[in-house]
């Protein structure tokens, strides 16, 4: 057989697992029709497992590598629970006849709202003066409308966001309003206007970007700012995913995302501006590989790509974000000093103490 002949059957095999695939997803949709009428969640850990212990020794029995299997069938429970997270939020939507308002509509996570809320059946309405999502009702300035809407979500850059809630406090609107800030000191005081007109107001912080599509493994914050009719309901919107639930209080949220955020962004920014600056040397390294500089290569450059004015705010805005720093320079002074003055009991020590840290925080894949 000529290459191209060989080529030809690869081509054919692959339309076939695809239209096995297709086949699959259509009967997990079916799955997510039957769990739903039976009352049962969407995601079940033990027949995951069951599917991949399946694989992989079905593949044994194939000559063909378990691993390879167990990836390929992990992508496809991805497929099909994200086929199935979204039934279930279109089917238990609450927003049927219901109106929201998503001000900061065209940014990434504003967009995410737009389609999230669209999707549960409210008519929603956009409001950015820097874009517009085609077939969805807009305006550039939020301040044209009545603010009649069921639910207002703030989506814009943090410091306007402070000024929003402060100007909607004015207006008194009679739905329930929530900002999505990655940090909620700087909302402190738009926050606290709102409470004091007696309106219903919650901040919550969804951790994922805006690419996401399964929700399963993701985290939603919320954070209490008073009323329990608003949190009820912004949780109430996240009932039918898969994502973790977590409320706090601002405070604790901002000294956690100091971390969170605040740490590996700045270590990441760390990490590729010593490499930039290594003079003769950064040329060299491109060519070179290893397995942790590659997967560090890869979280800066995602790192090195996002918003600076957005990665800014994360750092100097938050009440709590100088603490974070300096315990990495003291981490970096501490790595300095043990290799500097040759004292390797101190680095065992850093080692040791990072790996029972991170025994005790191993997430499920
Ligand atoms: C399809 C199902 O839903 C989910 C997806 C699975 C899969 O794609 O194999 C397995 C378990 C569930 O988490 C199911 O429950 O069978």
Same mark, same amino acid.
């Given at each position: 057989m000529t290459l191209e002949d060989l080529r030809e059957r690869l081509s054919a095999l692959d339309t076939q697992l695809l239209t096995l695939v297709a086949e699959r997803q259509r009967l997990s949709r079916e799955v997510a029709e039957a769990k739903r009428s039976t009352g049962r969640g969407t995601r079940d850990y033990q027949r995951e497992r069951d599917v991949l212990m399946r694989a992989r020794s079905t593949a044994q029995s194939l000559e063909l590598s378990p691993d390879l299997a167990e990836s390929v069938m992990r992508l496809l429970i991805r497929g099909s629970l994200t086929t199935q997270e979204r039934l279930r939020v279109a089917a238990g @939507?609450? @927003?049927?006849g219901r109106s929201a308002l998503v001000i900061g509509g065209a940014g990434k996570m504003g967009r995410w709202f737009v389609e999230f809320l669209a999707s549960q059946g409210y008519q929603v309405c956009g409001a950015d003066p820097a874009g517009r999502i085609e077939g969805v009702s807009w305006v550039a #300035?939020?301040? %044209?409308?009545? *603010? %009649?809407?069921d639910l207002i979500v703030v989506a814009t850059p943090l410091q306007i966001a402070n000024r929003v809630l402060a100007e909607l406090a004015a207006r008194k609107p009679r739905g329930i309003v929530f900002d999505i800030g990655s940090l909620k000191s700087p909302l402190r005081t738009g926050i606290k206007a709102m409470q004091d007109a007696g309106l219903r107001i919650t901040s919550i912080h969804p951790m994922f970007g805006p690419d996401t599509e399964l929700l399963s493994g993701r985290h939603v914050i919320f954070v209490d700012a008073g009323s329990k009719e608003a949190i009820d309901a912004a949780r109430g919107l996240f009932a039918s995913t898969m994502a973790e639930q977590v409320v706090m209080t601002l405070d604790e949220h901002d000294r956690l995302i100091a971390y969170v955020l605040g740490l590996s962004h700045a270590l990441n920014i760390a990490f590729f501006t010593a490499l930039a600056n290594s003079g003769e040397a950064a040329p060299r390294l491109a060519q070179l590989s290893s397995t942790t500089y590659d997967a560090q290569v890869d979280v800066a450059t995602r790192v090195a790509g996002e918003s600076p004015d957005l990665y800014f705010e994360i750092q100097s *805005?938050? #009440?709590?974000g100088r603490e974070s720093l300096t315990a990495l320079r003291s981490a970096v002074d501490r790595l300095w000093q043990a290799v500097s003055g040759n004292d390797a009991a101190d680095f065992a020590a850093m080692m040791r103490q990072g790996r029972e840290y991170l025994a005790g925080r191993v997430r499920e894949g």
């Open positions: @939507g609450q @927003g049927s #300035d939020w301040r %044209e409308t009545a *603010l %009649e809407h *805005l938050n #009440d709590y």
